[in-house]
């Protein structure tokens, strides 16, 4: 893996920011709150990696769900209380305090959603290259 950018990915994750940050200290309750920040924060991760590495798509895909299914599974436990931090809303804010198997759901419908929209972009970028090669 090298570093590598991509302003589309970075722009696009400068824009999800933006949305969890509105989502995070506007909306305090509710689906829009809990399962779709949930969904877009996969996708941000996955955004952050593309636009930073050379990892492909399913490399980063894979990437991005192991942290989120492994930050969620350290909600099982008491580790914020571990460092202290069972009364920090930063903490609270990005490592999440109670688990939820929807909030599972919810990163896995966002990885299909990354892997959907990539295969659509490769599928009419190499249409366009075989359109090219034709003339």
Not at 9 to 25: D, R, T
Not at 74 to 92: G, I, M, V
Not at 112 to 130: A, D, P, Y
Request: proline share 1%.
């Amino acid at each position: 893996m090298k570093l590598q950018f991509s302003k589309n990915y970075l722009a696009l994750a400068h824009f999800l920011l933006l949305v969890e940050l509105a989502i995070a200290f506007i909306i305090k309750t509710g689906f829009i709150r809990y399962t779709f920040g949930d969904y877009l924060i996969v996708i941000l991760l996955y955004a952050i990696i593309r636009g930073c590495t050379n990892l492909n798509v399913r490399a980063s895909s894979l990437v991005v769900l192991l942290i989120a299914y492994g930050i969620e599974f350290l909600q099982l436990t008491p580790f914020l209380s571990y460092f202290n931090l069972e009364d920090s809303f930063t903490a609270k804010l990005i490592f999440g305090s109670t688990f939820h198997v929807t909030d599972l759901l919810a990163y896995t419908l966002g990885i299909l959603t990354v892997l959907g929209i990539e295969s659509s972009i490769s599928k009419v970028q190499n249409s366009k290259n075989i359109r090219l090669w034709k003339h």
